[in-house]
């Protein structure tokens, strides 16, 4: 059922302003391929339309406000690594040669291209000559990988280009997280750093319908998981709007129409909700800052608004994805589309609730707990303890297709999801704690977690399970090593296993600087030599419980070896064990029948070992 359900998200709104255009993929199991169609739906409410072409109806950002040029992206070849491209007269050879880093990333290998932008006068609907906006540089804009149209965009007087990029290469590349903002103007072909002064992340730049511009902005280079911050230009100053309120870390943010406002999501106690923050523009006083929604759900993006209202995107455990209007006056959400009602009215609902747990060294740390659909309290429950990856990554109300806290509890298996160090939404210091002491505090949260739950006498201590990925996987295979008894079977899925395998094979290696202190061959650095110590790989002796690890082929953040290693040390101790190998799949689990494949080992192992 849950590979049944239609996964909505929004295009826009139509340019008369009168419906929203989304679309909904559908996983088709038989062809491994998602099925996607295109709808309109009255902001008035009422059944949605299909569509045939949705761009009719959509306003094109990519054409000038002047309708005079229009942007687009392409690949340009700038190094010569393929060895195709070496030596042209060798054209099947599958060499590659690299001389820095970088030559891979996310699940791609580098073969010597670029994205650039592109823009060329726009005539009757027809595209001139086309110029590279950034000649010769070998940089990336849109940002890989996962960079898009938000990217590049134009300023309101069709005048600039405004675009992001980190404007290094290489090995200085892979060890940096500078990106910053640009502006490039069309008549001069000059371009301006925008955001010169920041050493940390500028990305996402936005103007209002009145032309100033606002973007995300984190301070410290090299720290992917900084306090992320709402700024907005003013008069040639940068002003932080969020940067005085320490609980806030934004997500996404849009402009209000009229310019005095920006509405923006963030994490709080637990789930994601909108905000609003005024654009004062004066550095003496500090913007206002309002919470617009509530409630035990999350907001996961915010489309646009109409008059008083935002279409927004709402989601919580029990409920997949869906279009509403939000009131930014009462808060009140009204639901827009109705993909998946009918699969829901099938479906028991899963009750969730908000627990708070003291910690060993005396901290407040907040957790969901979900339970099994007609919970009883009176009888005894497996119980599973969810490890979150990241580690810089909230755990709220979210709705997961692959761990999906629902399916999870449905299946007879109270979850608990706690949001221990390294989360945000409950300050920066809490936020801060994982880095430099993977093994340390956050480990004891996840211990202090279950221990706690395991107080209810509805909790079977006998069928305790943790699972797992990303840092969540590493989190099992650390608590593999030292749980004393407490967990009956683990399952880790693209878990860092080797500290010092990760360094030499991961993409992105600021990721491992800042968070482990240094790197391993720093004998002096006590904060490397500490980090590199916690390493699962120097507690494999203490490994004594069945454990399945599932590893993606194509994921180069923790490539292949990390679950090799696991299993291979699992196997070798006699361990019951066993590999899920996906060789096309990168960090995520993305195709209809590995995803199939995916639930049927994670609960089929469950029910073996738990």
């Not at 060329?120 to 540089?137: H, L, R, S, T």
């Not at 002064?197 to 032309?211: E, H, I, L, M």
């Not at 699969?343 to 060993?360: D, L, M, S």
């Not at 009176?378 to 709220?396: D, E, F």
């Amino acid at each position: 059922m849950l590979l049944k359900l239609g996964r909505v998200s929004a295009l826009g709104i139509s340019k008369d302003r009168q419906s929203v255009i989304y679309k909904v993929s559908t996983p088709n199991i038989a062809e491994n391929k998602m099925d996607t169609k295109e709808y309109a739906v009255p902001l008035s409410g009422g059944p949605a339309t299909e569509l045939t072409n949705s761009a009719d109806l959509l306003e094109n950002n990519r054409i000038a406000p002047n309708g005079q040029y229009i942007l687009s992206s392409e690949e340009v070849l700038l190094k010569k690594v393929m060895g195709k491209d070496l030596y042209p007269e060798l054209d099947k050879t599958s060499a590659q040669v690299y001389t820095a880093l970088n030559y891979r990333h996310w699940d791609k290998w580098f073969d010597g291209r670029f994205s650039h932008v592109f823009f060329a006068p726009y005539v009757n609907g027809q595209a001139g000559e086309k110029k590279d906006i950034m000649p010769g540089e070998p940089y990336f804009c849109p940002q890989q990988p996962f960079g898009g149209d938000e990217d590049f965009i134009w300023s309101p007087d069709s005048k600039k280009i405004i675009y992001v990029t980190k404007k290094k290469f290489g090995t200085d590349y892979a060890v940096s997280t500078n990106t910053d903002i640009y502006e490039y103007d069309i008549a001069t072909g000059a371009t301006k750093n925008l955001t010169e002064s920041n050493k940390g992340y500028d990305v996402a730049p936005a103007f209002s319908k009145q032309g100033k511009m606002a973007w995300l902005q984190m301070k410290t280079e090299g720290y992917e998981a900084d306090k992320n911050d709402l700024v907005v230009m003013t008069n040639g100053t940068t002003v932080n709007l969020t940067g005085h309120n320490d609980q806030i870390n934004v997500s996404s943010f849009i402009w209000s129409n009229d310019g005095k406002n920006l509405f923006f999501i963030a994490p709080i106690n637990g789930t994601e909700q909108v905000f609003s923050v005024n654009d004062i523009g004066l550095t003496r006083m500090l913007p206002r800052i309002q919470q617009v929604s509530k409630g035990d759900f999350d907001i996961s993006s915010i489309i646009a608004q109409t008059g008083d209202e935002l279409i927004v995107a709402k989601e919580d455990i029990s409920r997949a994805s869906e279009l509403y209007k939000l009131n930014v006056k009462t808060g009140m959400l009204t639901q827009l589309t109705h993909v998946n009602d009918a699969a829901y009215g099938n479906i028991f609902p899963v009750k969730t609730e908000r627990r708070w747990v003291t910690t060993a060294d005396h901290k407040k740390m907040m957790e969901w707990i979900v339970y099994p659909p007609n919970f009883d309290p009176s009888k005894k429950y497996p119980t599973l303890l969810y490890c979150q990856g990241g580690p810089q990554s909230a755990t709220t109300q979210f709705y997961s297709y692959r761990w999906n806290f629902q399916l999870m509890a449905s299946q007879g298996y109270i979850v608990v999801i706690p949001s221990r160090r390294g989360m945000p939404g409950f300050g920066t210091q809490w936020n801060a704690e994982v880095s430099k002491d993977w093994g340390g505090k956050v480990i004891q949260d996840y211990l202090d977690a279950i221990d706690d739950i395991s107080k209810e006498p509805f909790v079977d201590k006998n069928r305790r399970a943790a699972v797992g990925a990303s840092f969540g996987g590493y989190s099992v295979f650390a608590l593999a090593g030292c749980h004393q008894k407490r967990f009956k079977t683990f399952i880790a899925h693209d878990g860092v296993f080797d500290f010092t395998a990760m360094t030499g094979t991961t993409d992105e290696l600021w990721f491992e600087q800042w968070e482990k202190g240094g790197y391993y061959w720093e004998k002096d650095n006590k904060a490397a030599q500490r980090s590199y110590a916690a390493s699962p790989l120097n507690f494999v002796a203490k490994w004594d419980t069945p454990i399945l690890i599932v590893q993606g082929g194509k994921d180069y953040r923790v490539p292949i070896e990390q679950g090799q290693g696991a299993f291979q040390a699992a196997q070798l101790k006699g361990i019951n064990s066993k590999f899920l190998f996906f060789p096309d799949e990168n960090h995520w689990v993305l195709k209809p029948q590995n995803a199939t494949v995916w639930q049927r080992e994670f609960f089929g192992w469950l029910k073996e070992t738990l």
